[in-house]
């Protein structure tokens, strides 16, 4: 099992660019969740997915941020356009269902600094 | 207002001893909390979960205790090794709309020397 995969690894942009961060879950897993992490707010949830639906975009911290799961296997992450506020480690995760008590599976993260 | 709340500063210990980390947690009332692994420059990964009717779970090494009316859990490693050095972050489940949302510590580091 490769495990959630996350794209790219690292990314440096300048203020004002369009960043894409990509996602491929643990496959037969139907839940998806997309996490930002900081030294300054820690790990906090961005938005879930349940099914491809987005089904909590709470944490979505403004209309700059966008996120779309066209198919079970893929999800992006858009930021456009991009802060130096935005830097920061963006995680994907998956779980097997969105019953409570599930396991979160994490992606490797995608590295962002936005100058 | 609701809060999580671990060691914020990093635990040092000497290989072999035992590491007790705490998460503590207010206005929440967790049906389950969970404690991940978090390694430099890697994603979380899951060590133990622990129900609000479980007093104690134990996973090799590991123990987790659930105290819901401290609102307190604690993370044991026993016999601890330099590999066990990493940030160890508690999570709880924040009872939404019947999802595993999760909500997470801050997490502690903890370093083991030999």
Request: with cysteine; glycine share 8%; aromatic share 10%.
């Given at each position: ?20 961060l990509r996602c491929k879950p643990i496959s ?8 930002r992490q900081t030294m300054m707010r820690g ?73 | ?114």
């Open positions: 099992d490769a495990g959630v995969i996350q794209s790219p690894r690292h990314e440096v942009t300048e203020m004002g660019q369009e960043v894409t037969g897993h139907n839940s998806l969740f997309w996490y790990l906090e949830l961005l938005i879930y997915f349940n099914n491809n639906v987005p089904i909590d975009d709470s944490g979505m911290p403004e209309d700059r941020f966008s996120a779309k799961m066209p198919n079970a296997s893929f999800s992006t992450l858009k930021i456009q356009p991009s802060e130096p506020r935005d830097s920061a480690v963006y995680f994907c995760a998956s779980s097997l269902t969105s019953g409570g008590a599930e396991t979160q599976y994490f992606g490797p993260g995608t590295r962002l600094l936005v100058l | 207002s609701q809060k999580i709340e671990q060691n914020s500063e990093a635990l040092n210990i000497q290989e072999g001893k035992t590491a007790t980390l705490t998460c503590n947690y207010t206005n929440y009332s967790p049906a389950y909390l969970q404690w991940y692994r978090q390694d430099p420059g890697r994603g979380p990964v899951f060590l133990l979960l622990i129900r609000e009717n479980e007093k104690e779970k134990r996973k090799e090494r590991l123990k987790v205790t659930f105290d819901t009316t401290l609102k307190q859990s604690l993370f044991h490693i026993t016999a601890s090794q330099p590999a066990d050095s990493a940030t160890y972050l508690c999570a709880l489940d924040a009872g939404a709309g019947g999802y595993n949302k999760l909500i997470f510590g801050a997490g502690t580091r903890l370093a083991v020397h030999p």
